[in-house]
Structure formats: structure tokens, C-alpha cells
T-cell receptor, first 112, second 115 residues
Framework: GDSVTQMEGPVTLSEEAFLTINCTYT??????LFWYVQYPGEGLQLLLK?????DKGSNKGFEATYRKETTSFHLEKGSVQVSDSAVYFC???????????FGTGTQLKVEL | GAGVSQSPSNKVTEKGKDVELRCDPI?????LYWYRQSLGQGLEFLIY????????KSGLPSDRFSAERTGGSVSTLTIQRTQQEDSAVYLC?????????????FGSGTQLSVL
């Protein structure tokens, strides 16, 4: 079945550091790939997505590229801020009603 | 309201009791999803609705779990004879349609604690 594996957290960084959160997937067919973010006390919200191979999703300085050859969708940001502290979830969707399969989430803590 | 609304926000119940969790999706959204977020286990798909019908119930953990949606809007997730392992955050999401790649809008969830 479909699955998503993402790096364990928590990840603790200093402000302005470079961020990478790894995500790899297993899926039948050609999934759409997503990063969702959950800020403290808030609901999950879509951060970015990519729907086909080699697409790059980007939002709020975050980027992720759909790599079919490595089945990966790593999240990157060049300079993190304290306000980026949150839990980040990698997810995929294939056919069948856009049901999302999520990774376990990676908590990011950014310190001054 | 503008977003997905879930109630109650917190529910504490005793083992063996039944509970009902409610979701009000964004007006006009035809697709509605229920997920469960357990500590250390990420988000687990439970069921999704297209309109009032549920094409995929494959994630419901047992026959103690059921859900319905009426009027293409409000949905209720019912857990009968609750067990301690049912303790989790239950999340509802909706989207304008069910196409793959559509953005899901999530509610803030119901924290269920079974004592």
C-alpha cells in the first residue's frame, strides 16, 4: 500500500539556518505530493504541493521538488525564522477521492 | 464561519460510553474527510464522503466506528463502546471537490480522551 516516510524530529535550528526535512514515499501509480504544516494551536494547512514529476512546489520561502527517480519530496528553506516553528507533515494522494496518506510529522523548533 | 468547524473541541468520556463528534465543513465543499491523529503515529485516514455517500470507509478501525453526512454538509462520527485506545485527536477536513491534488481545509480537531 501507499506510505510516506519522513525524518524523525524534533529538529532544532537557530534562526536563519538552512532547513531540510526529508520525505520519501511508496505509491502505486503517480501520486500528488504535499507538505502540510500545523502551527501551535492551529489546524493543519497546506504549505505546498506538486502534482507531477519534476514539479517544484513553493510557498513562504519553502520549496520541495517532486523527484520520481528517488521517490522523494524533501522540504527546504534557506533561512528559517522563529515563526516557522511547527509540525510539518509530508503526504501523498492517489486516485480514489484524494485520500491523503500522511507521514508521522516532523516537529521543527527554531530558536533565536 | 469561514473555516471547518468541529465540536466539541475536547471530550472526556468513560470507557464503554458512546460519543458523537461533529464536523461542519466549509459551505459548498462536496468532499469531507475524517482523520485520526494519535500521539507518535501521525494522521490516519478514517473515511471520506462525496456528498452524502461514503465511497471509502476503509480506514474505520472497527465496527464500533461509524459516520454519516446529511444534506451534503454536516457530518457526525460516532464511536460506540469507547476504548482507551480510541483516545486521539479526530480531525475533519473538506475540499471543494474530490479530485486528486485538491487542497484540503482542516478543522482544529476534537481531542478525545477515554478514561
Amino acid at each position: 500500500g501507499d506510505s510516506v516516510t519522513q525524518m524523525e524530529g524534533p529538529v532544532t535550528l537557530s534562526e536563519e539556518a538552512f532547513l531540510t526535512i526529508n520525505c520519501t514515499y511508496t505509491a502505486t501509480g503517480y501520486p500528488s505530493l504535499f507538505w502540510y504544516v500545523q502551527y501551535p494551536g492551529e489546524g493543519l494547512q497546506l504549505l505546498l504541493k506538486a502534482t507531477k514529476a519534476d514539479d517544484k512546489g513553493s510557498n513562504k520561502g519553502f520549496e520541495a521538488t517532486y523527484r520520481k527517480e528517488t521517490t522523494s519530496f524533501h522540504l527546504e528553506k534557506g533561512s528559517v525564522q522563529v515563526s516557522d516553528s511547527a509540525v510539518y507533515f509530508c503526504a501523498l494522494a492517489t486516485g480514489g477521492g484524494n485520500k491523503l496518506t500522511f507521514g508521522t510529522g516532523t516537529q521543527l523548533k527554531v530558536e533565536l | 464561519g469561514a473555516g471547518v468547524s468541529q465540536s466539541p473541541s475536547n471530550k472526556v468520556t468513560e470507557k464503554g460510553k458512546d460519543v458523537e463528534l461533529r464536523c461542519d465543513p466549509i459551505s459548498g465543499h462536496t468532499a469531507l474527510y475524517w482523520y485520526r491523529q494519535s500521539l507518535g503515529q501521525g494522521l490516519e485516514f478514517l473515511i471520506y464522503f462525496q456528498g452524502n455517500s461514503a465511497p471509502d470507509k476503509s480506514g474505520l478501525p472497527s465496527d464500533r466506528f461509524s459516520a454519516e453526512r446529511t444534506g451534503g454538509s454536516v457530518s457526525t462520527l460516532t464511536i460506540q463502546r469507547t476504548q482507551q485506545e480510541d483516545s486521539a485527536v479526530y480531525l475533519c477536513a473538506s475540499s471543494p471537490q474530490q479530485g486528486v491534488g485538491e487542497k484540503l481545509f482542516f478543522g482544529s480537531g476534537t481531542q478525545l480522551s477515554v478514561l
